[in-house]
C-alpha cells in the first residue's frame, strides 16, 4: 500500500486525497437521489474490483459473477428471513458457500484445461443452472422472489445491516475503499506477479516455476469470496431477491462493464468506470425524458451505443490514459 | 408407454435441426474469422419479426419468407464485417465480446421500442396440423421447418466442400498467413463468411417464427442456446453444429416432458457442463493447440 501511495507524485496525491474527501463529505450536500446514485457507483467499484482481480490481473474471462452475487446475496437473506440470522454472521456462510462454487468451476476448469471463450461459456452455464435451480428452490421463494421485511424499529442496527441511505452510502464507501486496497495489496504481492505472468503467457509462467493452477484457483477463491460480499450488501440495501435479477447474464455483464471500460488490471480502472457509467445511466434517463422519448428501451440503446464507442475508441480503457494525460507517477526512478 | 417417449424424442429431433442451423451459423463465423458473434440470438430474433412481418403484412409463408430474409442478412453480414468487425478480428475476446454485446443490447431494446415486449404468435394456417405414424403425431410445422433446415445446411456443406469460394475460406481458416500468401483476399472471405453466417442465422429465425412466438427477451436466451450448441459440438466443426442441436432439442423436449419446461434449459447447461470436462473441444471438434 505505502508502495503505492509512494508511486504517486504530489499531484497524484492531492487528486486521491480529494476524491476520498469528497465522497466522505458528500452526503453534507447531496440530496438522497444523488446519494442513492453514489452509492451504486461505489458499489460498481467494488464489485468490478472482484471481477478486476480475476481478469484484470490473472486473465481469466468470467462472465458469470452474477453467479457469486445473487449466492451471497441469497444465502445472507434466507438466514435471516427464515433463522434470524444476522448478516455480520451469515457473511461467513454467504462467503464460503459462493467461494465453493467458484472453486468448483475453477477446479473444473483449470484441471481439464477450459480456456478463453470456453472458460466463459462454463461460468455463463453456471449461473444459469443456478438461476433455473433458485426458480424452483422453495426456501429461497422461487421465481416469486424473497423479500427482507422493512421494519422500523430496527432501522439503526447497522450489523444486521439495517438502516437509512446515509448508512448504506458510507457502507458502499467502506466497500469500494476496501476492494481498492485489496487490489492495491495483492498487485504488488508476490500472487500478483504471478497472476501477471500467467496472463502475458501461462506456459511461459510455467515454465519459471509458477504453479499457475494454484495461482488461478486463488484468483477465483479471491474474486468470487469478495463478490459474494458484494451480494450481501445489495440484497440489504434493495431488500428483494429474485432469481431473474439477481442470477441473470445481464447482471454479470453490468458487473464488467465498469472495469473493462476505466481500464483492466489497474487498480483505479474501475473506480473511473464506475464513475463514468453509473452516471451515464442516469443522465440517459434524464435526456430520454427529456426529449419526450421515454419509450422502454430508449436507455438501453444509447447504453449499447456507447459501449461500442468506447470499446472502439479506447479499448485499453480510459484510466490508462487520463492517468497519462495527468502526469501522476513520479518520473525517473 | 415407449411410443410416447419416443414420439417426444422425435419431435425434440425436429426442433433440433431448426437450433442446429442457427448454431450452425455462429460455428461459422468463429471457425473462420475467429471471432464469437455474443449476438447470434438477436440476429435469429429480427428474422423472427421479419418473417412475423411479412407473414401479416403480405401472407407470405415464412417457410418461402425464408429465403429473402437469408438474403437481406447475407447482406447485412457482409457490410458488418467489412464496416466494424473487421477492425476487432484478432483482438482480445473481452474486447470483441464487449463490441458485440453493445450491438445486442441495441437490437433487443430497439425490437422492444418497436414491437413492445409481448410475444407475437404468427398464427399460420396449419400450425395445428400433425402427421399420425403409427401411434406418433408430428407436428406439421416442425418436420417443414426440420427439412428446411436440413436443405440450408446442405447447401453450406457443398458451398463449402465443392466450391472455389468455399475452398479459400477454408483455406482462411485452416491456415491464415498462408492464405494471404497466395493471394487470397482475407477481408472479403471473412466479409463472405459473416455473411453466410447471418444468413443461417437469419433462415433459421424465420423457421424458428413456426414454432416458437416472437418476443425481443428471446435474444439473449437464443445466444446461449446457439453456445450451448456450438460448444457440445465443437466450435468451429460444421457438423458438430447439427449434431448438438439435435442433442440439445431432444435433452429439451424429454426434460420438458419429464419435468417441467421452465426447467429445460437447466438440462442442457448440465449437459455442456459435462461435455466442457469430458471433451473441452466439444463432440466433433478437433483439438487446437
Given amino acids: 500500500m505505502t508502495a503505492l501511495w509512494e508511486a504517486m507524485n504530489g499531484r497524484g496525491k492531492l487528486l486521491l486525497a480529494l476524491l476520498i474527501l469528497v465522497l466522505l463529505m458528500a452526503p453534507l450536500v447531496a440530496s438522497r437521489y444523488l446519494l442513492s446514485v453514489l452509492t451504486l457507483i461505489l458499489y460498481f467499484v467494488y464489485v468490478g474490483q472482484a471481477w478486476n482481480l480475476m481478469m484484470g490481473y490473472a486473465g481469466q474471462l468470467s462472465l458469470g459473477h452474477a453467479l457469486y452475487v445473487g449466492l451471497g446475496g441469497y444465502v445472507a437473506a434466507i438466514l435471516w428471513v427464515h433463522y434470524g440470522i444476522g448478516p455480520w454472521l451469515s457473511i461467513v456462510p454467504a462467503v464460503a458457500i459462493a467461494a465453493a462454487f467458484g472453486a468448483a468451476i475453477g477446479w473444473l476448469a483449470f484441471r481439464f484445461g477450459i480456456e478463453g471463450v470456453y472458460f466463459a461459456l462454463l461460468t455463463i452455464a453456471f449461473a444459469e443452472f443456478t438461476r433455473i435451480g433458485f426458480d424452483h428452490l422453495a426456501i429461497a421463494g422461487g421465481a416469486g422472489g424473497l423479500f427482507i421485511p422493512y421494519e422500523e424499529q430496527r432501522i439503526g442496527e447497522w450489523w444486521n445491516l439495517r438502516g437509512n441511505q446515509l448508512f448504506f452510502y458510507y457502507l458502499a464507501f467502506a466497500l469500494a475503499a476496501v476492494g481498492v486496497l485489496i487490489t492495491a495489496l495483492l498487485s504488488r504481492a508476490r500472487l500478483g506477479f504471478q497472476w501477471l505472468a500467467i496472463r502475458e503467457d501461462e506456459m511461459a509462467a510455467r515454465a519459471l516455476g509458477i504453479d499457475a493452477f494454484r495461482a488461478k484457483m486463488k484468483a477465483i477463491l479471491i474474486s468470487s469470496g469478495m463478490t459474494a460480499v458484494g451480494g450481501v450488501f445489495y440484497a440489504f440495501y434493495n431488500n428483494t431477491l429474485f432469481p431473474a435479477q439477481m442470477f441473470d447474464m445481464s447482471r454479470s455483464i453490468e458487473l464488467i462493464l465498469a472495469p473493462i471500460v476505466g481500464g483492466l488490471g489497474t487498480i483505479f480502472g474501475p473506480v473511473v468506470g464506475a464513475f463514468i457509467l453509473t452516471p451515464l445511466g442516469e443522465i440517459l434517463i434524464v435526456l430520454t425524458d427529456w426529449l419526450g422519448i421515454n419509450l422502454p428501451g430508449v436507455k438501453a440503446v444509447f447504453y449499447g451505443l456507447t459501449l461500442m464507442i468506447i470499446i472502439s475508441l479506447v479499448p485499453t480503457g480510459v484510466w490508462p490514459r487520463i492517468a497519462r494525460s495527468l502526469d501522476l507517477k513520479k518520473h525517473g526512478r | ?289
Fill in chain 2, 1 to 289: 408407454m415407449w411410443s410416447i417417449y419416443l414420439n417426444v424424442v422425435l419431435q425434440g429431433v425436429l426442433t433440433g435441426l431448426v437450433y442446429g442451423l442457427m448454431a450452425l451459423g455462429l460455428s461459422v463465423i468463429f471457425g473462420v474469422v475467429r471471432v464469437v458473434n455474443f449476438a447470434h440470438g438477436e440476429f435469429a430474433v429480427i428474422a423472427m419479426y421479419a418473417a412475423f412481418l411479412l407473414f401479416k403484412a403480405v401472407g407470405l409463408d415464412p417457410l418461402i419468407a425464408m429465403a429473402p430474409i437469408a438474403l437481406a442478412f447475407f447482406a447485412a453480414g457482409f457490410v458488418l464485417q467489412h464496416a466494424l468487425i473487421n477492425s476487432f478480428v484478432g483482438r482480445p475476446e473481452h474486447e470483441q465480446f464487449i463490441l458485440l454485446v453493445g450491438l445486442a443490447i441495441i437490437i433487443t431494446n430497439g425490437l422492444l421500442m418497436i414491437f413492445g415486449p409481448d410475444a407475437q404468435p404468427a398464427q399460420l394456417p396449419y400450425a395445428f396440423d400433425s402427421y399420425l405414424i403409427g401411434t406418433m403425431i408430428i407436428d406439421k410445422v416442425r418436420v417443414y421447418a426440420a427439412i428446411a433446415a436440413v436443405a440450408v445446411s446442405t447447401a453450406l456443406f457443398v458451398f463449402f466442400r465443392h466450391t472455389r469460394t468455399g475452398t479459400a475460406i477454408r483455406a482462411c481458416a485452416d491456415n491464415l498467413t498462408g492464405a494471404a500468401v497466395v493471394g487470397l483476399n482475407v477481408k472479403q472471405l471473412y466479409a463472405l463468411t459473416f455473411g453466410l453466417g447471418l444468413a443461417c442465422v437469419g433462415a433459421a429465425g424465420a423457421l424458428m417464427v413456426t414454432i416458437a412466438d416472437a418476443a425481443p427477451g428471446l435474444g439473449p436466451a437464443y445466444t446461449l442456446l446457439a453456445f450451448t450448441i456450438v460448444i457440445i459440438g465443437g466450435l468451429g466443426s460444421m457438423s458438430g453444429a447439427l449434431v448438438g442441436g439435435v442433442l440439445i432439442g431432444v435433452s429439451e423436449a424429454l426434460a420438458g416432458f419429464v419435468f417441467a419446461p421452465s426447467m429445460k434449459s437447466m438440462f442442457s447447461f448440465a449437459l455442456l457442463i459435462a461435455v466442457l470436462v469430458l471433451r473441452p473441444h466439444g463432440l466433433m471438434g478437433k483439438k487446437r493447440t
